[in-house]
């Protein structure tokens, strides 16, 4: 079966701090892959998504970046940080050997505070 | 992809059937409609997808008129535990490689 991790489960940075976060997904190959991202109380807002290694879309031009170094692995990173980037992450992936293509499984998230 | 429409909250009662409405006017031809179920501090769940007609799962039914311009998340006899936000997408299913997801329909239960 698929899975999928997600790392750190919370973060508390500084404003202009650096930002790592990390996505891997097991059980499946060649997957599409997202970052979300979810304010207080809104909905998701779709950051980025890959089809495949190197190749990233950016949906909102902001202070933050992605890479897919490999298959199944997606990075999250800013060189420095803001207080609106205060939120709720997400990574989910689909496709594979998903039963339906429209299908998204998400991760446990990662709650990233800015001070 | 098709913008949506839906209710910003809703209130029903344990064993009441729900029924959430998603507008989705611009929707092309070759989308699908697929509903999702979002926990506090969790990542959206898949609920159901649909074409037209009527799909039913374990878990709810979807309801799609002819001109597919809404859908109708029908979640039968509802208990706490449904208390979730619901979002409806509507996308290629060819191209599925972006979702857009609104600000959903929080549901809320109460006994």
């Known amino acids: 079966s698929q899975t999928i991790h997600q790392w750190p489960a919370t973060l508390v940075q500084p404003v202009g701090s650096p930002l790592s976060l990390e996505c891997t997904v097991e059980?499946?190959?060649?997957?599409?892959l997202y970052w979300y991202r979810q304010a207080a109380g809104r909905g998701l807002q779709l950051l980025f998504y890959?089809?495949?290694?190197?190749?990233i879309s950016s949906e909102v031009p902001q202070n933050l970046s992605a890479s897919r170094p490999q298959d199944r692995q997606f990075i999250l990173s800013s060189k420095k940080l803001l207080l609106s980037d205060s939120g709720f992450y997400l990574c989910?992936?689909?496709?594979?050997?998903?039963?339906?293509?429209?299908?998204?499984?998400f991760g446990p998230g990662t709650r990233l505070t800015v001070l | 992809l098709a913008k949506t429409t839906q209710p910003i909250s809703m209130d029903s009662y344990e064993g009441q059937e729900v029924n959430i409405t998603c507008s989705h006017n611009?929707?092309?031809?070759?989308?699908?409609i697929t509903w999702y179920q979002q926990f506090p501090s969790q990542g959206p769940r898949f609920i159901i997808q649909?074409?037209?007609t009527k799909v039913t799962n374990e878990v709810a039914s979807l309801f799609i008129p002819a001109d597919r311009k809404s859908s109708t998340l029908s979640l039968p006899r509802v208990s706490l535990s449904d208390t979730a936000v619901y979002y409806c997408?509507?996308?290629?299913?060819?191209?599925?490689?972006?979702?857009?997801f609104g600000s959903g329909t929080k549901l809320n239960v109460k006994p």
């Open positions: 649909g074409y037209k």
């Open positions: 611009n929707i092309a031809t070759n989308d699908y």
């Open positions: 059980g499946t190959s060649n997957p599409n």
């Open positions: 890959s089809v495949g290694i190197g190749q």
């Open positions: 989910a992936w689909n496709g594979g050997r998903a039963v339906t293509y429209n299908e998204q499984f």
């Open positions: 997408l509507v996308g290629d299913a060819l191209n599925f490689n972006k979702f857009y």
